[in-house]
């Protein structure tokens, strides 16, 4: 393989209005250290990543950003509301004494709507290659079968097969729209809302950025540049089993060279919210914003498993009392002495474990959810 190629940046431009169409304002979250662009009449009072701080405007700072153009393809956000509701639910749901605060109708008063960055590098691709080839046929043979009661017969048997075959060349060609992750933390965000379908991205458009963020890459393209080449080579070998008219292709190797590299962005819907833990604490829940697949923390509130617990006890122990006071009584009425001692016994051992059983649950129902997060 090649040497890395240079890469070059665009001139960066600040007056927003005139590149995104739209008048936006750069920000930070001093919390999360994330930064975004936001529609100058519509701030978030709160980072919609970590709902941990306030927005900041950079001013001067944002001189300092290495990268502000705006998109050329965005991904819409395609989910219904009905779809979020109901997706919001079945999170919220299976949680053992879930906070009060974790509702469908809380969750999406808070929503709100950000983008999720990737690059896009368009590229010329200069190589020497060797693959081999398949092409699939068909092979029919016959085979004996006995039938119950009808002898011998012969049957038709086709089986699909592949030929391989080798071929080399050289490629020279041009691809538009590899895709690179623009995010240091790309990785975890794909596995929490999974794989967007980025053939379904449209051109930008400035009228679609209304009360959305767009969140700012913080991720270099010369950083970016080693997870862009899988899918140039990808898009080459699929051009040359296409070139073969073959239907499979197989240890592909090649030798590029890449020039006239242009990179922009892509952009990704993702719908956030919060839910507020026992301390008050912002949980953050995240909704992708073309799947409708939700994550985020799922917590269970010690407070409700103790209060409930507390109960519990209660019950148990008015259930106590009423066993001794039976058992007092019984020593005037002897049938009422067996009442009494076995529901004293019934409720003070149903009061031990039935009080433990909330605490026990929402302790360890938390426990594993930290260890899997």
């Known amino acids: 393989m090649s040497e890395q190629p240079v890469i070059e940046t665009r001139e960066n431009v600040f007056d927003t209005q005139s590149t995104w169409g739209v008048p936006l304002e750069d920000v930070r979250c001093p919390h999360c250290d994330w930064h975004y662009l936001i529609p100058k009449d519509d701030v978030p009072a709160q980072c919609p990543h970590c709902f941990q701080a306030e927005l900041v405007p950079l001013g001067e700072a944002a001189l300092h950003l290495p990268y502000q153009l705006p998109p050329e393809r965005v991904l819409p956000f395609a989910v219904d509301a009905a779809t979020v509701r109901q997706n919001v639910a079945t999170f919220a749901s299976g949680i053992p ?3 009060r605060d974790l509702n469908v109708d809380a969750l999406r008063a808070r929503v709100r709507r950000f983008y999720f960055p990737m690059w896009l590098v368009d590229g010329d691709v200069n190589a020497l290659w060797d693959a081999e080839v398949g092409f699939d ?3 029919v043979s016959h085979r004996e079968r006995y039938a119950d009661g009808g002898g011998w017969a012969t049957e038709e048997v086709r089986e699909n097969r592949v030929r391989w075959e080798p071929r080399a060349g050289r490629l020279d060609r041009h691809y538009d729209n590899i895709a690179a992750p623009a995010s240091e933390g790309h990785a975890a965000f794909e596995r929490a809302l999974g794989s967007y379908a980025l053939a379904d991205a449209c051109p930008y458009d400035a009228a679609g950025m209304r009360d959305i963020c767009v969140r700012l890459p913080d991720r270099a393209q010369s950083a970016a540049w080693p997870d862009a080449i899988p899918g140039f080579q ?6 040359v089993r296409r070139a073969s008219r073959a239907d499979h292709i197989r240890r592909f190797r090649w030798s590029p060279e890449y020039t006239n590299l242009n990179w ?7 719908y956030a919210t919060y839910y507020l833990d026992d301390e008050q604490q912002p949980q953050p829940v995240f909704i992708s914003g073309q799947s409708g697949r939700v994550s985020g923390a799922r917590r269970a509130s010690m407070q409700r498993a103790q209060r409930a617990a507390l109960i519990i006890a209660v019950v148990a122990l008015l259930l106590f009392l009423l066993g001794l006071i039976l058992g007092v009584v019984g020593l005037m009425l002897p049938p009422l002495i067996v009442v009494g001692i076995v529901l004293a016994v019934l409720s003070f051992m149903g009061g031990v474990i039935g009080a433990l059983i909330p605490i026990v649950r929402v302790s360890r129902f938390n426990r594993t959810k930290v260890r899997r997060e």
């Open 97 to 99: 004494f879930a906070p």
């Open 264 to 270: 922009s962005l892509l952009l990704l819907p993702v």
């Open 234 to 239: 990808q898009a080459a070998a699929a051009d």
């Open 137 to 139: 046929y068909e092979v």
